[in-house]
Every structure is written in structure tokens, then in C-alpha cells.
């Protein structure tokens, strides 16, 4: 897996060990509540990823983007899919999200590597 990958991966996973470690009932139930979320429902696990995208990339969250590039790619959407659903972040967020939009794309690229 490509290090952009890779370090991402290691390090949200040894953080969220650190945040989960401690117990606290709120964040245990956010974090249950953000996995649950995007399960199969009246809308797709496609659609649903899709959707998170968007708003992270309209929020303005790198790590959100990345975590929602890498499973609409483990969910098997098309880099066309992305891409569009990435042109209407941008669309609505405006020239703002631009950097966060190469930022996708470098990560997307990197994901692709892997295959």
C-alpha cells in the first residue's frame, strides 16, 4: 500500500485506540453512532460514502476526505463516481475546497496504486 496510505491508516487507527482507551461513554457512542451511520439502510452503502465525501469535502476535512475516498474505493466505486461527487463538493463549497480537491485526488491516485 502506497505510504500516504499507509501512514494515514497507522496512525488514525493508533489514535483512535488512544481516544477509545479512555473510555468515555459520549465519544464511544459518537464513534458507534458515525460506524452504524454508514451501514446498508434505505440508501446504499455506495450512496451513503458518496454523501460523506461531499460534506467532508465541503467541511473542509482532509482526513475525513481521506477516509471516505478510501471506502467508497474498498466499496468499489468507479473514479468517476468520486470524481463527480468531488465536483459537486466543489461546486457548493466553492474555490475554498480546491486544495482539499488535490488533496483527493493525490489520495485517490495512491489508493489506485495498490491495485
Not at 1 to 26: C, G, Q, T
Not at 71 to 99: D, F, Q
Request: glycine share 4%; net charge negative; hydrophobic share 40%.
Amino acid at each position: 500500500m502506497p505510504e500516504i496510505v499507509n501512514e494515514f491508516n497507522e496512525y488514525r487507527s493508533k489514535m483512535n485506540d488512544k481516544i477509545l482507551a479512555d473510555n468515555n461513554k459520549i465519544i464511544k457512542r459518537i464513534f458507534n453512532l458515525d460506524t452504524n451511520a454508514f451501514q446498508e439502510g434505505a440508501l446504499d452503502v455506495k450512496t451513503k460514502e458518496l454523501l460523506g465525501l461531499v460534506a467532508s469535502t465541503v467541511l473542509r476535512c482532509d482526513d475525513c476526505v481521506k477516509y471516505h475516498l478510501e471506502s467508497s474505493y474498498k466499496v468499489g466505486l468507479k473514479k468517476e463516481e468520486v470524481v463527480e461527487a468531488l465536483s459537486i463538493a466543489t461546486l457548493i463549497g466553492g474555490t475554498i475546497v480546491i486544495p482539499h480537491l488535490r488533496r483527493a485526488y493525490e489520495f485517490w491516485d495512491a489508493l489506485e496504486t495498490e491495485r
